[in-house]
């Protein structure tokens, strides 16, 4: 897609001034991540352009270490301001839920059945579709559905109009990534109603199109929706199924393998929940990057770190403390940012607490779901917070009763 190239040349372009730089200055990989916070893969990413580190005092630590004196900085803030500039920038009008969104689903799957569409027209929705899924990571969900709603509305528009076969298949994919988008965004605020719709009609698209990863993706995304609702059974099979239709070497192929391990997890089979973390982990390991490494559809490194930490903290493992803390390091946004904290984060920290209270370091397992409630925790991961909160309260934590208040607050707060 024309944004996935844009976004790739300016990430290309800045991981190589850090790359040159660092080895002009006698500066190595490992010297960075231990400056930095990050790993020493991670590093290697950037150089490669693989992804571009949000976080300001990451560039500024760089820039002092490989003596850059300041064009290091200056490079990454005008990237910035780049990629800010396009529809994610604009991602700031909050909503609510929309009677109609039922309805706006169904009808996308009876017109895809059914041109004047140009090439230009097309790259534009792919690159939207793009910018919306990258953004999804770090915005609340109330702030994605306008732009969804908008974009959907319009493809249901093009499906009327002349097309070749091939443009008009182009459409129906398109429209598929955005189902699927939307249909998370509705699970993240428990209308899971509209969101089975919704994936109802991606994985309609996806069948219709012979798109199976868009298939894949929908089947996982209904695994994680009843994985939610503790229906953890159904969710293993659901993961299953979507691993089944996954294309060989496909980001959804870990992501559902990942999937059934938390679901294995839940379950308490913990002996095939460590055999799954250990497949996840190889298949991450050649998974090739095609999407830039923010996207809610390419399974990356800091997703893999993720989904370790909850795996293993929802097994009880007290190997979930070091996942947990590596990732809260790499990704917690520099103070004063006064950006929204990527949602892995939040969840990173509810990870750990759960694990701390496991191994009985209960004041810092309070102090970490603190700070989830406040950075903000969407309507469909509260739960885990609430396990928590009862767990302290069982032990007769006297803290657990100003936690009990700051979760009580936050779910009148919507």
């Not at 994919?173 to 939307?182: F, N, P, Q, R």
């Not at 930490?309 to 007290?318: Q, V």
């Not at 925790?377 to 934590?397: C, K």
Request: glycine letters at 6%; aromatic letters at 6%; hydrophobic letters at 45%.
């Amino acid at each position: 897609m024309a944004h996935q190239h844009q976004t790739r040349a300016a990430q290309g372009k800045l991981g190589a001034l850090l790359g040159r730089m660092a080895k002009q200055a006698g500066v190595t990989h490992q010297q960075l991540a231990t400056a930095t916070g990050y790993s020493r893969s991670y590093i290697s990413h950037i150089i490669a352009g693989d992804d571009v580190p949000a976080r300001r005092d990451f560039w500024a630590i760089a820039d002092e270490i490989v003596h850059a004196q300041g064009a290091l900085l200056a490079e990454f803030e005008h990237h910035q301001a780049q990629r800010d500039s396009p529809a994610a920038g604009a991602l700031v009008s909050p909503a609510g839920v929309c009677a109609d969104d039922e309805l706006h689903a169904l009808e996308l799957v009876r017109r895809v059945h059914a041109s004047d569409v140009g090439q230009e027209t097309l790259a534009a929705l792919e690159e939207h579709a793009d910018a919306l899924a990258v953004a999804y990571a770090s915005s609340h969900p109330e702030q994605l559905l306008p732009f969804l709603r908008r974009y959907l509305s319009y493809t249901q528009k093009l499906m009327d109009a002349r097309a070749t076969v091939s443009d008009k298949r182009r459409l129906a994919v398109v429209t598929g990534w955005l189902s699927l988008l939307a249909a998370t965004v509705h699970i993240d605020l428990h209308n899971i109603s509209t969101a089975g719709t919704y994936l109802q009609a991606a994985e309609s698209i996806g069948k219709d199109v012979g798109h199976h990863e868009i298939r894949a993706w929908a089947y996982e995304t209904r695994a994680w929706q009843v994985l939610t609702a503790g229906e953890y059974a159904k969710a293993l099979t659901l993961a299953q199924v979507a691993q089944d239709i996954a294309p060989p070497g496909s980001s959804v192929e870990v992501q559902a393998a990942a999937q059934a391990g938390r679901a294995l997890a839940r379950l308490g089979e913990r002996a095939a929940t460590a055999t799954t973390i250990h497949r996840v982990q190889q298949l991450a390991e050649a998974l090739p990057v095609v999407k830039p490494m923010q996207h809610h559809y390419q399974y990356d490194a800091t997703k893999s770190l993720a989904y370790t930490a909850t795996t293993l903290a929802w097994a009880g493992d007290p190997a979930a403390e070091s996942y947990a803390r590596q990732l809260i390091t790499n990704l917690t946004p520099a103070v004063g940012d006064t950006g929204i904290w990527p949602r892995r984060v939040i969840a990173a920290h509810l990870d750990l607490a759960r694990t701390l209270v496991v191994t009985d370091q209960l004041d810092e397992a309070v102090a970490h779901t603190h700070t989830a409630i406040a950075s903000g925790i969407v309507p469909s991961n509260r739960w885990r917070a609430l396990e928590i909160v009862t767990a302290t309260e069982r032990r007769g934590l006297a803290a657990a009763v100003e936690l009990r208040e700051a979760f009580t607050e936050l779910e009148r707060g919507n």
